[in-house]
């Protein structure tokens, strides 16, 4: 099968998904956006009110955040792909639920298969957990360990992670944006 058709076969399953309960809330899954072919996968926390309303990831400030963050290294949403742990918004943007992360994980676990990114760049805490985990590193807080890289050796090849700010922390503290900016050249020298 191509990668499309691998795709839109776990959107299929998202869409009919009933793991947990965040089905009954969603207006639409956000199973995520970008190039199949991209070496770079960005992985989000969750949708929020604008991706819940529109069924794409980053479209709300975070996202243009993102954008800027992403031309800053000279790249474009269709460049890139972009994820999140979850695939439906919990209610009132409220933090994942374990449980829900259980339940979820699996299918980006299948779009980590499907893409086979050379750069994975988990975004704040939930995600930097989870991958993490995933790919055997030890989890530190990501003040910690932000921008920096840390190498894996996989069955799909060797993948660099770089743990990222959630583009989000800019639109609280816009004195975090230099930060991130500083982190996202982290990318730029690994994918050159």
Request: aromatic share 8%; glycine share 8%; with cysteine.
């Amino acid at each position: 099968m191509s990668k499309e058709a691998d795709m839109k076969k776990i959107t299929t399953s998202i869409e009919n998904c009933r793991k947990c309960n965040l089905w009954k809330t969603r207006k639409n899954c956000v199973v995520g956006g970008g190039s199949l072919k991209s070496e770079i996968l960005f992985i989000g926390e969750a949708p929020g009110y604008n991706e819940d309303m529109q069924g794409r990831p980053f479209v709300g400030k975070a996202g243009k955040i993102l954008d800027e963050l992403l031309l800053s290294i000279g790249l474009q949403r269709n460049d890139i792909y972009i994820a999140n742990i979850l695939k439906c918004r919990p209610p009132n943007n409220r933090n994942p639920l374990k449980t829900e992360i259980e339940a979820c994980t699996a299918y980006l676990d299948k779009q980590i298969e499907i893409i086979q990114p050379s750069v994975i760049s988990p975004l704040g805490n939930f995600a930097c957990s989870y991958i993490f985990e995933k790919f055997g590193l030890n989890y530190d807080k990501i003040s910690a360990i932000h921008g920096k890289t840390f190498s894996v050796n996989t069955l799909l090849g060797n993948i660099h992670m770089i743990p990222l700010y959630h583009p989000a922390v800019a639109t609280y503290n816009p004195n975090t944006k230099s930060t991130l900016l500083e982190d996202f050249e982290s990318i730029k020298k690994i994918i050159g």
